[in-house]
């Protein structure tokens, strides 16, 4: 009788679920992230840049981060992470202060400064600011188109009234 070995071929996808033994920055990095994502990780000098935050107090921590150029990006990201079961948090200019941002740890960091568009649309009196819009990108449009925005004492955009 003769025995024949046929070779098997086993395609493995790069897009491994982790499972329990796995650490989170191995999770990070065999994630199905969306093709083009730029996904950075620690020891890097862009995941500092894309991490790092203004106060150290209650920080949440990171096993990688990625800066999408488009919301559909940032929905894709979002439904990989999911799908793999890492916690993710979106941030802008990092300059949240509260205890809650450490429950986040070994994390997804996905920075929003790409989008730091301010489009004031004069006929409708709106204006439509993007998620990783600092405040200072923020008032000299307004101011510019004739209009004020009302901030707190600390400078905090995320409670703010736009005045027409």
């Not at 033994?21 to 999770?27: F, H, L, M, V």
């Not at 509260?98 to 929003?112: P, Y």
């Not at 008032?139 to 703010?160: D, F, H």
């Amino acid at each position: 009788m003769r025995q024949h070995i046929y070779p098997i071929i086993l395609l493995l996808s790069q897009c491994m679920m982790p499972t329990n033994a796995q650490s989170s920055e191995a999770a990070c990095r065999a994630a199905c992230w969306p093709a083009g994502s730029n996904i950075v990780y620690r020891g890097s000098d862009a995941f500092t840049e894309a991490t790092v935050r203004w106060n150290a107090y209650g920080s949440p921590s990171y096993c990688a981060a990625v800066s999408p150029s488009s919301a559909e990006e940032v929905a894709s990201i979002v439904k990989a992470a999911n799908a793999a079961k890492i916690p993710f948090l979106a941030t802008g200019g990092r300059h949240n202060y509260g205890t809650s941002l450490q429950k986040l740890q070994d994390g997804l960091a996905i920075d929003l400064s790409r989008f730091n568009s301010v489009t004031i649309d004069k006929e409708s009196s709106t204006v439509e600011i993007g998620g990783g819009a600092k405040l200072r990108d923020v008032l000299t449009p307004i101011y510019e188109a004739g209009y004020q925005i009302r901030t707190s004492p600390a400078k905090v955009l995320a409670a703010t009234n736009v005045r027409c």
